[in-house]
């Protein structure tokens, strides 16, 4: 694939990604957080399957399938810890804890798949790190007590995303990138409806996708076309680098949190942003 197409389908990915966690935090807080990752992934499911009917027979070869139940369930765990975190917090922090996920990405890369990167981009990571420190504390005079609410949610989430993205590229390589985005969301669909059928409330749950249907529906296309075309990116390009330019979307997220849900930050909370975003933006240009 062309180095051109891969920036252009890391880029589409990065939006679809910021818009998805603007409406996430939006759904979450409506209707609960298993309740909005079932609502993008089953509509997921059922919107691609023509897609993928030609490259079912795949899933029959046992590596294939033992690799995506893993991705399924690290994903799952991933995306119900990222939505408590864009619950409980402001999107315009959370977004930004969720850089970690790329150093995690590129240590992940380099142990399995033997990547490599300069010293610039080891100080572009670091750089990265600190400016999630920065964003991550309300205040410095009370460390451990002052922290924005779900930050420990989404440093969690972060290193679980980090292994998915890994897992995705896995998987994308060795089975097929529409099938391992698929399946993973075939496996997610399942186990939240499980737990929205333990709670009695599938009722509750089809009420409120016909009263918030258009929000579900935009939610889940964002999300299906950021993954499908990460997935795609990464079947021959390094997983460290198409993470790297994807990580700019709290650029997106960023910027809907602060004009539409009137956030607010402090300074160094601004900068911490800032030098995060730029250190990313920066790396996707440095290869």
């Known amino acids: 694939m062309a180095f051109g197409w891969v920036m252009i389908f890391a880029l589409i990915s990065m939006l679809g990604w910021g818009f998805t966690d603007f409406f996430v935090q939006r759904s979450a807080r409506k209707v609960g957080d298993v309740e909005t990752l079932a609502f993008i992934v089953v509509i997921g499911t059922i919107a691609f399957f023509p897609f993928i009917i030609g490259e079912l027979p795949l899933l029959l070869i046992p590596e294939n399938f033992a690799l995506l139940v893993v991705l399924g369930i690290v994903a799952f765990a991933a995306a ?55 964003i991550a504390t309300k205040s410095f005079k009370h460390w451990r007590t002052r922290l924005e609410k779900g930050v420990l949610l989404a440093f969690i989430a972060a290193i679980l995303m980090g292994c998915t993205n890994f897992l995705i590229a896995t998987s994308a390589r060795q089975v ?59 079947v ?41 975003l730029v250190a990313c933006i920066l790396l996707g240009l440095s290869i």
């Not at 680098?241 to 607010?264: C, D, F, H, R, W």
């Open 80 to 134: 119900i810890i990222n939505f408590e975190a864009l619950r409980e917090g402001k999107l315009s922090v959370i977004d930004v804890i969720f850089e970690i996920e790329l150093p995690v990405t590129v240590l992940l890369a380099f142990v399995f798949f033997g990547e490599v990167f300069s010293m610039i981009q080891f100080f572009l990571v670091i750089c990265v790190l600190i400016g999630i420190v920065l």
């Open 176 to 234: 097929s990138p529409l099938v391992a985005v698929w399946f993973s969301w075939v496996l997610v669909a399942v186990l939240c409806l499980v737990i929205i059928a333990r709670k009695k409330t599938l009722n509750l749950f089809v009420r409120n996708f016909w009263r918030y249907k258009w929000l579900m529906l935009i939610m889940a296309f964002a999300d299906l076309t950021a993954w499908i075309l990460y997935s795609l990116a990464l």
């Open 236 to 276: 021959e390009n390094e997983l460290w680098i198409v993470t790297a330019i994807t990580e700019s979307y709290p650029a997106v997220a960023l910027i809907l949190g602060v004009k539409l849900n009137k956030e607010k930050a402090k300074k160094h909370q601004y900068l911490g942003a800032l030098i995060a």
